[in-house]
T-cell receptor, first 109, second 114 residues
């Protein structure tokens, strides 16, 4: 089993749609969790951290379920500019960060 | 604040040749990572440094890859000899503990082995 596994993509959605990505992790002792965004041929950039209580940043909502070892990212009212690859990132310990394979999102007009 | 600097940005080499990539992390960041990202996949950790010491190099193919961070600041990743499957982007990143363990990536060094 992979340490971090994401929904296979790509997701093709119309503008204004709501889309959700899921991610599971294998190490139950993992300490912190993140979503990164990566544009085509660019480096990954932090989108948001994921907190146990769930957190929201504008149109983006992240949830963590420690019991089931999964993380989710919800994007509401999708924009064309949201088209990118979304990477789930888990810190199992000591600053080590493990990336999922990424889920590609394409938002169409 | 300057970001993570990497060079060269692009490199094309023939198989069995050698190549070296350089990274200068954000000033003050003690933790430095090298990741390999093959097209269509997520970044894969090759090596993690804490200052000038290696924390994790379990996924570094040590028969051909080496990395050092002698003075605990900048770092070099070397591949010798290169194989076709080494074609990837090599991402350097540094960690900011004060910002909730946020890592910042450089723009990457794109390697094509022909």
């Amino acid at each position: 089993r992979k340490e971090v596994e994401q929904d296979p993509g790509p997701f093709n959605v119309p503008e204004g749609a709501t889309v959700a990505f899921n991610c599971t992790y294998s190490n139950s002792a993992s300490q912190s969790f993140f979503w990164y965004r990566q544009d085509c041929r660019k480096e990954p950039k932090l989108l948001m951290s994921v907190y146990s209580s769930g957190n929201e940043d504008g149109r983006f909502t992240a949830q963590l379920n420690r019991a089931s070892q999964y993380i989710s990212l919800l994007i509401r009212d999708s924009k064309l500019s949201d088209s990118a690859t979304y990477l789930c990132v888990v810190n199992p310990r000591g600053g080590k960060l493990i990336f999922g394979q990424g889920t590609e999102l394409s938002v169409k007009p | 604040e300057a970001g993570v600097a990497q060079s060269p940005r692009y490199k094309i080499i023939e198989k069995r040749q050698s190549v070296a990539f350089w990274c200068n992390p954000i000033s003050g960041h003690a933790t430095l990572y090298w990741y390999q990202q093959i097209l269509g996949q997520g970044p894969k950790l090759l090596i993690q440094f804490q200052n000038n010491g290696v924390v994790d190099d379990s996924q570094l193919p040590k028969d051909r890859f080496s990395a050092e961070r002698l003075k605990g600041v900048d770092s070099t990743l070397k591949i010798q000899p290169a194989k076709l499957e080494d074609s990837a982007v090599y991402l350097c990143a540094s960690l900011d503990y004060l910002a909730g363990n946020t890592i910042y990536f450089g723009e990457g060094s794109w390697l094509t082995v022909v």
